[in-house]
T-cell receptor, first 113, second 113 residues
């Protein structure tokens, strides 16, 4: 089934631990995004990638890193998790860069204790 | 002033009535406007986009754009209980030195049978 796959679906993590959220798409979209969604704050962009080999910082990049080695994969890494990173994380992609026509993964719910 | 503002709701509408969701934005140079629907515990999905002033209809949904007043709205005719969800407004606008999708925090819509 075409789309975006995120893993894990849910994770509880001790503060200070390293965590990588995985995102894979099979639509051959060039642009990919990582958002976090917190109650009352809406979606906030963490990092983005317009094409394989390039990445950029979004609104809330601190504490997160990404890589884009190929078109399909866009992992998000928390080097040393803190409780304020407790959130729902969504990966998204678009085949029409420069627009807001995004496809979203199902999300990863992360709790940092 | 937030860049994209929505009333958080909840907005309660009787089944069969018209639901009207509103969104205002601050960047006068914005060109593209999007409505996403997000069911509880699920990821956002694109339901409408509009680029030009006026109305755009798709089935029971109508998007309305007024660039002079800097607002965009979504009308849902013949509301059904399955329309109960949070509706996110997003605007493609300049933020810092880049264009990116700016999100409202969403309006929760409840359709009462």
């Amino acid at each position: 089934i075409a789309g975006i796959t995120q893993a894990p679906t849910s994770q509880i993590l001790a503060a200070g631990r390293r965590m990588t959220l995985r995102c894979t798409q099979d639509m051959r979209h060039n642009a990919m995004y990582w958002y976090r969604q917190d109650l009352g704050l809406g979606l906030r962009l963490i990092h983005y990638s317009n094409t394989a080999g390039t990445t950029g910082k979004g609104e809330v990049p601190d504490g997160y890193s990404v890589s884009r080695a190929n078109t399909d994969d866009f992992p998000l890494t928390l080097a040393s998790a803190v409780p304020s990173q407790t959130s729902v994380y969504f990966c998204a992609s678009t085949g029409t860069p420069g627009t807001g026509e995004l496809f979203f993964g199902e999300g990863s719910r992360l709790t940092v204790l | 002033q937030k860049e994209v503002e929505q009333n958080s709701g909840p907005l309660s509408v009787p089944e069969g009535a018209i639901a009207s969701l509103n969104c205002t934005y601050s960047d006068r140079g914005s060109q593209s406007f999007f409505w996403y629907r997000q069911y509880s515990g699920k990821s956002p999905e694109l339901i409408m986009f509009i680029y030009s002033n006026g109305d755009k209809e798709d089935g029971r949904f109508t998007a309305q754009l007024n660039k002079a007043s800097q607002y965009v709205s979504l009308l849902i005719r013949d509301s059904q209980p399955s329309d109960s969800a949070t509706y996110l407004c997003a605007v493609w606008a300049r933020k810092d030195s880049n264009y990116q999708l700016i999100w409202g925090a969403g309006t929760k819509l409840i359709i009462k049978p």
